[in-house]
């Protein structure tokens, strides 16, 4: 390793990960005959070792949505010795060492500036244990540009500094993308109207909310996580308070500062995201599919690729329903009558996708309502309100019902226990859905159209406390959730933004702000990131096009916006069909060649995708001098890969 040369752009958790996996892989290389002599070049543009969403100025109100326990950035557990890369103790671990009286426990969420300073904690081990001939530099400046020349790479800085480097990893995480279509119309609007704000999706600890006036109406466009954060730092972080009811109920009453602006909003479910189940979890439970495997699918489908509404989702569904019969008989019958019909299902599975709901009445459970996805996702899809106060009764039946399913925990709810399913079994889908797995159609209708938005809303909510201080602002006035369908309207006349629902008779609301509390849809041909543009421009990288059909002719081709890249470890794909094996990207610009490249955490001590991918990226670029970096066709390297 003579003279090698690292870049790792971004560092943020998977771009930590890629570093903590360099330097565990390099400690093992001290002993040999040969001295290290690598440097490696950490470059973030707004914190080393936290990154942008994790940064740790950001105020507290901005919450996890993981418990602590679950949750860790090394690749080991600790086993004895110093912490340092590849041995160290989890976010709830050292969260407890740092700050034991203050610690809430293993069950707990967390600020994510919190978890920004574990992700610096791990930057500092990481750094205290560097095996010699191995230095590492840290870089708070933006990447502006990265040329390959001569078998090695030109990293431009944003403060004039340039690095020359032999491998470069870019982890670069969420982007703002080019405006266009109806969100650009709306930006168009405030920018035509004085005294109007359009604020763009992105992370809400980086929105100007605080110019938003006190006393003013806000539409919030989402109800899903974002909001969440929106709503905390409109209320909250104006100075507002929540305290428990006098009463027995367990409810939350908000005490206004009077600072606050007045927050509309709505979605399409018109149900604010869902709350996670409260954790019943050991830290390093791991759910095994007894149904829903890659081999099972592919039993039926051998060849081709996949339809995932005929294909895929019948076997999750049935894997989500398992749980949910299952755990239902045990509440009802015990454990010993649950273990009889898991042993059913799984022989009836022999010969196809079974009947999970038939089976269980066979064991009893005749009575109890068949788990239907789309009914939990759209609550009020099939109704109509007479006013604002219906559809209130309503929204708040649904949301304590939700509350009462999550006190119950995610193993002794029925629906929460069976939801977490839908989390558990990521690593299945990807493996069917990646790099074309679906047919171009299924991938944009069925998975992107259908699936992602209903398991986004049934598996990816925020802890409880959130759902409780909906109620609580609902019930002061300082929120309002107008419906079903929202519909957000520029009305010309007055100057000002409308939002509404067809479905709740007398909806409409003016609002002079409108923030869009939904995260971007990562797309390489709108992002607007200097670095991502001037890759997308030279033809660097290039966007995922899906070209599978149930036949070759049939096939219609579905550009994704996702970057495209070879499978691990993750070379991008330039506009001549060629694989760059000196550069490495990871995460969030791949969504959708890749699915879910969100996460950002692996449980303690297991080894997961996330882990996985990260190592993988390592072992490359250790693996050789610089000059045997090349650029080759993907289809030459992918084809090494299969005969691998």
């Known amino acids: 390793m003579s003279g090698t040369r690292i870049a790792v752009i971004g560092s943020g958790p998977r771009g930590m990960m890629v570093l903590e996996r360099l330097v565990a892989r390099l400690a093992e290389q001290r002993d040999a005959a040969d001295p290290l002599d690598v440097r490696i070049f950490l470059v973030d543009a707004v914190e080393p070792g936290a990154g942008q969403v994790y940064r740790t100025d950001q105020p507290d109100w901005f919450l996890m949505n993981t418990v602590a326990g679950q949750i860790s950035a090394y690749s080991g557990v600790p086993d004895g010795g110093p912490v340092r890369a590849g041995a160290g103790p989890s976010f709830g671990e050292w969260w407890q060492a740092v700050d034991p009286e203050g610690y809430p426990g293993p069950d707990s969420y967390a600020p994510r ?85 359009y604020i763009q999706g992105g992370s809400a600890a980086d929105m100007p909310l605080d110019d938003i006036p006190a006393g003013s109406r806000v539409g919030v466009i989402g109800l899903g996580l974002s909001f969440y954060d929106v709503m905390a730092a409109l209320t909250l972080g104006r100075g507002g308070t929540f305290v428990e009811a006098d009463d027995a109920t367990g409810a939350l009453r908000y005490l206004p500062s009077g600072t606050e602006p007045v927050i509309v909003a709505g979605s399409r479910s018109g149900m604010p995201l869902h709350a996670r189940g409260h954790n019943q979890k050991p830290p390093t439970y791991s759910y095994r599919p007894v149904l829903f495997t890659p081999e099972r699918v592919r039993a039926h489908r051998p060849w081709g690729p996949l339809d995932f509404a005929e294909h895929v989702h019948p076997w999750l569904k049935a894997e989500i329903d398992l749980v949910y019969y299952g755990t239902a008989l045990r509440r009802a019958h015990g454990p010993e009558a649950a273990d009889r019909f898991a042993a059913r299902v799984r022989g009836a599975a022999d010969h196809g996708v079974p009947h999970v709901a038939d089976l269980a009445g066979e064991f009893g459970l005749r009575d109890q309502p068949p788990l239907d996805l789309d009914a939990l996702a759209r609550p009020f899809e099939l109704h109509a309100f007479t006013g604002p106060a219906e559809f209130g009764r309503v929204l708040r039946k649904e949301i304590e019902q939700d509350l009462a399913n999550a006190a119950e925990g995610n ?21 069917l859905v990646d790099f074309s797995g679906l047919t171009a159609r299924s991938q944009r ?6 699936y992602v938005p209903r398991a986004s809303f049934l598996a990816a909510g925020p802890p409880s ?15 309002h959730i107008v419906g079903p369908h929202t519909r957000y309207d520029m009305d010309e006349a007055t100057g000002r933004y409308t939002v509404s629902s067809p479905r709740v008779e007398g909806s409409a609301l003016a609002v002079t702000t409108l923030v869009d509390a939904r995260v971007p849809d990562p797309d390489l041909r709108r992002n607007t990131q200097p670095l991502a543009a001037r890759l997308r421009e030279r033809g660097v990288w290039t966007s995922h096009v899906n070209r599978e059909g149930e036949s070759r002719d049939a096939a219609e081709p579905y550009d994704t916006g996702g970057v495209a890249v070879t499978r691990s470890p993750f070379h991008p ?14 995460g969030i610009p791949t969504e959708h ?21 990260a190592d993988r990226i390592a072992e490359h670029a250790l693996e050789a001098p610089a000059a045997s970096a090349v650029v080759r066709g993907a289809g030459e390297q992918q084809a090494e890969r299969r005969a691998g």
């Not at 629906?415 to 990521?426: E, N, Q």
């Not at 209708?445 to 259908?450: K, P, S, Y």
């Not at 109620?471 to 929120?479: I, K, R």
């Open 113 to 197: 500036g919190q978890y920004g300073r574990y992700l610096r904690s791990v930057l500092a081990a990481v750094q205290e244990s560097l095996p010699p001939g191995v230095r590492l530099r840290c870089i708070k400046e933006r990447v502006e540009d990265v040329v390959r020349g001569a078998g090695r790479y030109r990293l431009t800085l944003s403060g004039g500094e340039r690095l020359d480097v032999d491998r470069v990893v870019l982890a670069t995480g969420h982007a703002s993308n080019e405006l266009t279509g109806r969100e650009g119309d709306l930006a168009d609007f405030a920018a035509r109207h004085p005294g109007l704000r």
């Open 411 to 431: 193993v002794d709810s029925p629906l929460k226990a069976a939801l977490d399913v839908m989390r558990d079994t990521r690593w299945v889908i990807r493996e």
């Open 445 to 450: 209708d069925d998975f992107l159209g259908w």
């Open 465 to 479: 406390i959130r759902l409780r201080q909906v109620l609580a602002l609902l019930d002061s006035g300082v929120l």
């Open 573 to 586: 794909v330039d506009h001549e069909g060629r694989a760059d094996e000196g550069m490495y990207v990871l």
């Open 593 to 613: 060649t890749r699915w879910f490249m969100q996460v950002g955490s692996s449980r303690p001590g297991m080894w997961s995708d996330f882990v996985r991918d």
